[in-house]
C-alpha cells in the first residue's frame, strides 16, 4: 500500500486545516489506517485510526472533541479534519496503515507509511 500526505500548512491557534492521505487500494479493504505525529526529539505518536471495514474510530485524548477521521471511497482518500488547533499540535503527520491479521492500533506497529506532512500552528 502507497500513502500519500497532502494538506499540512501554517495556521494561527484556533484555525482549522483538513489533512488528506490518498491511498493506492481501497481504503475500505484496508484492515486499519491512521493518523501519527512526531515532533523533532520525541517519538511518534498515534492520533487516530479507523477501522477499515467497520469504520471505528480512536482518538487521542488530547485531540478528542477537535479532530475528526473522515473517508472518501470514491478518492481512496482518508481525511483527518483539525479544528482548535493550538501550538502543541505542531508536528510532521504521518499516514499509516496496517495490513491484514489482528492489529491494536495503539501497539501494533503499522506496516505502511506515508511520506509525512507539517502542520504547524503559530501565532
Known amino acids: 500500500v502507497q500513502l500519500v500526505e497532502s494538506g499540512g500548512g501554517s495556521v494561527q491557534p484556533g484555525g482549522s486545516l483538513r489533512l488528506s492521505c490518498e491511498a493506492s487500494?481501497?481504503?475500505?479493504?484496508?484492515?486499519?489506517m491512521a493518523w501519527f505525529r512526531q515532533v523533532s526529539g520525541a517519538e511518534r505518536e498515534l492520533v487516530a485510526a479507523?477501522?477499515?471495514?467497520?469504520?471505528?474510530?480512536y482518538y487521542e485524548d488530547s485531540v478528542k472533541g477537535r479532530f475528526f477521521l473522515s473517508r472518501d471511497r470514491a478518492k481512496n482518500t482518508l481525511f483527518l479534519e483539525m479544528s482548535s488547533l493550538k501550538p502543541d499540535d505542531s508536528a510532521m503527520y504521518y499516514c499509516?496503515?496496517?495490513?491484514?491479521?489482528?492489529?491494536?492500533?495503539?501497539?501494533?506497529?503499522?506496516?505502511?507509511w506515508g511520506q509525512g506532512t507539517q502542520v504547524t500552528v503559530s501565532s
Open positions: 499509516a496503515a496496517w495490513g491484514d491479521g489482528l492489529v491494536v492500533v495503539t501497539t501494533t506497529p503499522p506496516d505502511y
Open positions: 487500494e481501497n481504503i475500505f479493504d484496508i484492515n486499519a
Open positions: 479507523i477501522g477499515g471495514r467497520d469504520g471505528s474510530r
